[in-house]
């Protein structure tokens, strides 16, 4: 095995055991990895019994399985992983992902730089197959360009979580990761603090935006202190994402577009309008015009469709969030214990 420049926790948040075959297929994916892990862990959100289960089937293989001990939900889960995290990177992969052949080295190469803070990769959606055996296309509610190739991505696959058409095909600099595949140094979370545990997801909630407001207070936080810090996109560190039977249905595209909106409103009130609605504004001006017109071109209507219904639920999502009182209860994390005395990270001046 390579030996990378940073060493790696690897953290898994669980919460279900109806996903039971994807975690295993979860954690043999990172054990798998030519660059080893320093340690992997799977965090279980509030439930006694896959606890149990997984402490008895990781444990003996070194996996360290903890209970979730902050509020119930990914950030919670993940806040809990920081906690405990020993590595110098912290790298969060979802309990529905299997991670490709050197996926953990692509993902810590770039960290040989000192101003690299945070670097997350690719998801490919893998598609469900119920009622559709030998399914080789992807949905129409979710279209793209290129509906045969199972590695390429559409205009709304951020709906499923993935990697979606608009962002980079090379190794490039970003406002904000993908939760399903992202690594940050653990030093980010001794300045910054952890996840805001009230916008992120709980269980089959799809309110989220906690990777977004978490790249975007790191960035904010580094600058007020005169410090350069890099966000990388590595697009040669892949997973593949299982992607449910519901979440291919227009119900789930509505709901999960409005609570977007909702969440990118929270953003919006933490860390301020223009950073929470930077990326946003390219994507709708250019990216999805781009996608309605193309496939009423070819005559998929009920695509073209779904781009429209999308952003529409999209923006009624944020106008709704921006109401008085909407976001009342959304705080910023505090800063991880130890932070006072926390070393600041070497950024070369």
């Known amino acids: 095995m390579s030996t990378p420049a940073v060493t790696a926790t690897v953290v898994i948040c669980v919460y279900t055991e109806k996903r039971w075959d994807d975690i295993v297929a979860a954690v043999e994916s990172v054990e798998a990895q030519d660059v080893a892990a320093a340690e992997t862990l799977v965090i279980v959100d509030h439930n006694a019994s896959l606890l149990a289960r997984a402490q008895e089937a990781f444990g003996p293989r070194g996996v360290r399985v903890l209970p979730n001990a902050h509020k119930q939900g990914l950030s919670g889960a993940r806040n809990t992983a920081i906690a405990e995290a020993t590595a110098d990177v912290i790298v969060f992969l979802d309990d529905d992902a299997a991670a490709r052949p050197g996926w953990l080295a692509a993902l810590l190469e770039p960290y040989s730089d000192p101003t690299v803070a945070a670097v997350g990769g690719v998801a490919h959606p893998r598609w469900p197959t119920v009622g559709v055996p030998m ?56 300045r910054v603090g952890g996840f805001a545990e009230d916008i992120g997801r709980i269980g089959k909630n799809p309110l989220g935006c906690e990777e977004t407001e978490l790249c975007i207070r790191a960035r904010q936080a580094y600058h007020r202190a005169g410090e350069k810090i890099r966000i990388l996109f590595e697009p040669r560190a892949i997973v593949d994402h299982r992607v449910s039977e519901d979440r291919v249905e227009w119900a789930y595209l509505r709901r999960r577009s409005w609570a977007e909106g909702l969440s990118k409103a929270a953003v919006s009130k933490l860390v301020g309008t223009d950073d929470a609605l930077s990326t946003e504004r390219s994507y709708v001006a250019k990216v999805l015009p781009t996608a309605v017109v193309r496939e009423l071109r070819q005559r998929n209507v009920v695509s073209a469709a779904a781009v429209v219904t999308a952003l529409a639920c999209t923006g009624a999502g944020f106008l709704r969030g921006k109401l008085p009182g909407a976001t009342a209860g959304v705080r910023l994390p505090a800063a991880t214990a130890g932070t006072a005395g926390a070393p600041r990270p070497n950024t070369g001046g």
């Open 135 to 190: 399914r080789t296309t992807r949905p129409h509610v979710l279209p793209g360009a290129d509906p045969r190739n199972g590695d390429a991505t559409g205009e709304l696959d951020w709906i499923v979580g993935c990697t979606y058409t608009g962002q980079p095909t090379q190794q490039a600099e970003v406002r904000n990761l993908m939760g399903c595949n992202m690594s940050f140094r653990r030093e980010v979370f001794e």
